[in-house]
């Protein structure tokens, strides 16, 4: 398995669950990303991950909680959400943080907040 | 403030060439991207600029002009499969990208 997994692919909750995004990257990247999109809006940076430390909090809701437990993995918590969370949350790794290198993409997941 | 700004749709025919636009401002500059998404799929990497001047890989070429602002990529020979959203993306001084709302290229037989 390569590249950039996220999962699940599709997420329906009520805005009082608590769910877990997670997202698992292959490439041995030392940065990890958490995007934003909404439809024919820019991608939007939530969070980033630099050798498992925050470096980046774009003034995101508490209510979106990020985990880095190793250079691996990422993961997106989830509580209390509003109907405007529903979106496409995308991952992404790069080699390194802080220089100008492509950031490589999950799928995604497809979150709907009911 | 920082902004990209590109076009929202563009149509094309398959065999044809186009070219889609994004003029950018961002404190301080640190290259272009361009990413390729399919609907329901992963942004995927086309190509960095940080010069002035044309990139060309294979059908895809990509310009930048640093004084102006401006970058443009190229599609060539253009297949159906090169229907997809098209996201140009600037980076700033503090190394953040800065993105586009992305171009949806649709090409017809």
């Known amino acids: 398995e390569t590249g950039v997994t996220q999962t699940p692919r599709h997420l329906v909750m009520g805005m009082t669950n608590k769910k877990s995004l997670k997202c698992e990257q292959h490439?041995?990247?030392?940065?990890m990303y958490w995007y934003k999109q909404s439809a024919k809006k820019p991608l939007e940076l939530m969070f980033v991950y630099s050798l498992e430390e925050r470096v980046e909090n774009n003034s995101v809701p508490s209510r979106f909680s990020p985990e880095c437990p190793n250079s691996s993995h990422l993961f997106l918590h989830l509580h209390t959400l509003q109907p405007e969370d529903s979106a496409l949350y995308l991952c992404a790794s790069s080699q390194e943080f802080g220089t100008p290198q492509p950031q490589h993409f999950g799928d995604g997941t497809r979150l709907s907040i009911l | 403030g920082q902004n990209i700004d590109q076009p929202t749709e563009m149509t094309a025919t398959e065999g044809a060439i186009v070219q889609i636009n994004c003029t950018y401002q961002?404190?301080?500059?640190?290259?272009l991207f361009w990413y390729q998404q399919h609907a329901g799929e992963a942004p995927t990497f086309l190509s960095y600029n940080v010069l002035d001047g044309l990139e060309e890989k294979g059908r895809f070429s990509s310009f930048l002009s640093r004084s102006k602002g401006y970058s443009y990529l190229l599609l060539k020979e253009l297949q159906m499969k090169d229907s997809a959203s098209y996201l140009c993306a600037a980076m700033d001084s503090n190394y953040q990208l800065i993105w586009g709302a992305g171009t949806k290229l649709i090409i017809k037989p």
């Open positions: 961002t404190s301080g500059f640190n290259g």
């Open positions: 490439l041995g990247h030392n940065a």
